[in-house]
């Protein structure tokens, strides 16, 4: 039997244990610690937010299955981190997260958004090439303890993207 499709959400504080858990398992070597969650959702609310977070939940048992968040700093937006749980890999849950993120970046008025991803992780490079970012530059060493590269990817007017995901009435505020 298929697994319901999990719904996407704003996160809330009450999110990142369960957040938390995925971090490790997905990011083992550089994992974000709660505080950094904290510090994200502090600003995550009101009329000067500058952070949009999503989480997927599976509706029927409330499992956390992904998450996602941005950051806008004048009109550059920025991809702070995007995972989804590894048994949902290649259901379109990456794309739909990024959906959201970008048109979280087109509401806050983000001209271009930028993002860092791990030269091997080329799992997520191609999902973020197929909604038409491209390669930049990199960072040398930017992932540490590993030392590895990130390479620095960019979409110019998000607004312009197609929505890979016929779901625009889900909104996220
Ligand atoms: C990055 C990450 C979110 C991408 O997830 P993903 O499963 O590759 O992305 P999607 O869920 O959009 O699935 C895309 C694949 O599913 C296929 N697919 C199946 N059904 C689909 C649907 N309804 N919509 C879109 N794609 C679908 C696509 O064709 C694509 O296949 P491909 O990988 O062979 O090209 C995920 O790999 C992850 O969490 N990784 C660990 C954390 C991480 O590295 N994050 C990025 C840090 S920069």
């Keep these: 039997m298929t697994a319901p499709t999990a719904v996407l959400r704003e996160m809330r504080w009450w999110d990142?244990?369960?957040?938390?858990?995925?971090?490790?398992?997905?990011?083992?070597?550089?994992?974000?610690?709660?505080?950094?969650?904290w510090s994200e959702l502090a600003h995550a609310r009101g009329?000067?937010?500058?952070r949009?977070?999503?989480?997927?939940?599976?509706?029927?048992?409330?499992?956390?299955?992904?998450?996602?968040?941005?950051?806008?700093a004048g009109d550059l937006g920025d991809v702070q981190t995007i995972a989804a749980a590894k048994d949902q890999w290649g259901t379109g849950l990456g794309a739909r997260l990024l959906t959201d993120l970008l048109r979280a970046a087109t509401a806050f008025e983000c001209a271009e958004v930028l993002l860092e991803v791990r030269v091997d992780n080329t799992r997520a490079q191609r999902l973020y090439e197929?909604?038409?970012?491209?390669?930049?530059?990199?960072?040398?060493?930017?992932?540490?303890?590993?030392?590895?590269?990130?390479?620095?990817?960019?979409?110019?007017?998000?607004?312009?993207?197609?929505?890979?995901?016929?779901?625009?009435?889900?909104?996220?505020?």
């Design 52 to 72: 949009h977070y999503v989480v997927a939940e599976e509706p029927d048992t409330g499992r956390i299955v992904g998450y996602a968040g941005l950051a806008a």
């Design 47 to 50: 009329p000067q937010a500058t």
């Design 130 to 173: 197929r909604f038409g970012f491209e390669p930049i530059g990199f960072r040398r060493g930017y992932y540490q303890p590993g030392n590895v590269d990130a390479l620095v990817m960019r979409l110019t007017d998000p607004a312009q993207t197609r929505n890979e995901n016929p779901e625009s009435s889900e909104s996220n505020g």
């Design 16 to 37: 990142i244990e369960p957040v938390l858990e995925l971090e490790h398992e997905l990011f083992p070597d550089d994992a974000w610690s709660a505080g950094m969650f």
